[in-house]
């Protein structure tokens, strides 16, 4: 009884000083995550980008600062991993205390006769069992802690308070007769100090390929993902007179097909993946929106063919490869005349890029195009050009009058040195 005795009180005081460790520990490891979060993130973001960073003649100058990271990185890690094995070391130490003075309880009993032999084996060995509980407890929470940190950014997101709520106004199908008319168009991020998007304003009609052009940080990708009902945004627009405030609308964006920088591919079949927009479509489909969009042959070389596991850790795939995916996806849903292409060839090197626009010119046919692009070479196919800069629209027009306007520009500069010197 002795022995029982002590068993009884001292796991309630082992788990007052566990609880005492553990909420210091808890502080300092969930500092560490955050740090560790940040750390791992900028390590992995420059290695992708040493390739352009190389090509910009920069790669010395990130090399240093990738050191830096890394050892930042590692230390942030160490300093994780001391807090583990100090929480755990103490709770083990308590644990095993407590299973000595139970040895010492036993060994009295032994020598004054009151226990035999096999009893008191049987209580020592039992005797860790009992604290097992708590050791678990103490190994599971550091094993969980991140998945815990996960779930917690994960709330923080679903939490979040909706800035506008989706519009279910009936939007006219897309047609060769349709006119799109936007005006004093704005949107602005919730952290952000200026408009992102501020007084944009365009009329396009019927099938029209539309070009975004600009540098990088002009607003092109925040204009596509307004056009797309990702933003929110606020403003007068107009489709066959039907007046709306932006474009979060289910019935327009049932009509769109999105295609940026690099298109998501789910982890599944590269069947299911072809056939996002139509998870019905038969197979007969998929494999000729396969062909039209140059995929096929990558189907014929897998070992499953349309039902290989392909994106994150299955099937590994080029940029090129996953874009032609993502055009398989137009090609199929053809239902769909909204095309909204972010640069979808700024990763590729130049003969992907050829092919691949070789690919995509036929898909433009009967579709209301969006095209933001850094390449110049597209504007051939298109037929109007918004010129950003800012956030705002500083020129639009037909891509000819554009060059035109241009150039006389261009030559008056010319003019003016000219006459300086």
Do not use: C
């Not at 230390?75 to 070391?89: C, D, G, P, Y």
């Not at 506008?164 to 919730?190: C, G, M, R, W």
């Not at 099938?207 to 540098?215: C, H, S």
């Not at 069947?271 to 489909?285: C, H, K, L, T, V």
Request: no cysteine.
């Amino acid at each position: 009884w002795q022995e029982a005795l002590f068993l009884l009180l001292i796991f309630p005081v082992i788990i007052f000083f566990f609880v005492i460790l553990g909420l210091a520990a808890q502080k300092r490891a969930d500092n560490e995550y955050r740090n560790f979060t940040v750390l791992n993130n900028r390590f992995a973001d420059t290695l992708r980008g040493m390739q352009t960073l190389k090509q910009l003649g920069l790669s010395r100058i990130f090399t240093k600062r990738i050191y830096e990271t890394s050892e930042r990185y590692r230390k942030s890690t160490m300093r994780t991993l001391t807090i583990a094995m100090t929480s755990t070391f103490s709770l083990d130490f308590f644990t095993t205390l407590s299973i000595a003075v139970i040895a010492v309880f036993l060994g009295f009993s032994l020598m004054e006769g009151k226990m035999s032999l096999f009893p008191a084996l049987t209580l020592l060995v039992l005797a860790p069992e009992y604290f097992l509980p708590l050791r678990t407890f103490s190994e599971d929470y550091h094993a969980t802690l991140d998945g815990k940190n996960a779930f917690t950014e994960v709330l923080s997101v679903i939490n979040q308070k909706k800035t506008s709520e989706i519009s279910a106004l009936k939007v006219p199908a897309i047609d060769s007769k349709t006119v799109l008319s936007v005006h004093n168009f704005s949107f602005q991020y919730p952290d952000g100090q200026q408009p992102a998007l501020k007084d944009i304003n365009f009329l396009v009609r019927g099938f029209a390929k539309v070009a975004v052009v600009g540098l990088s940080g002009s607003g092109k990708t925040t204009l596509l993902s307004s056009l797309a009902g990702i933003n929110s945004g606020r403003g007068d627009i107009s489709i066959n007179r039907n007046k709306f405030l932006n474009f979060q609308n289910t019935s327009w964006q049932k009509q769109i097909i999105y295609i940026p920088q690099k298109p998501y591919i789910f982890h599944t079949s590269l069947r299911e993946n072809i056939a996002f927009y139509q998870p019905d479509a038969p197979m007969e489909q998929v494999v000729k929106a396969a062909k039209a969009a140059g995929i096929y042959e990558l189907a014929s070389g897998l070992f499953n063919g349309f039902d290989t596991m392909i994106g994150e850790s299955e099937q590994s795939l080029s940029g090129g490869q996953a874009q032609r995916i993502a055009l398989a996806r137009a090609f199929l849903a053809s239902d769909r005349h909204i095309l909204l292409f972010d640069e979808p060839t700024a990763h590729l090197d130049i003969q992907t890029e050829y092919d691949l626009k070789q690919t995509m010119l036929p898909l433009l046919e009967n579709h209301l195009v969006f095209f933001a692009t850094h390449r110049l070479h597209w504007l051939k196919q298109m037929d109007y050009v918004l010129v950003m800069d800012n956030g705002h629209i500083i020129e639009q027009g037909r891509p000819r009058e554009l060059l035109e306007d241009f150039d006389g520009k261009l030559n008056e500069l010319r003019k003016e040195l000219t006459d300086e010197k």
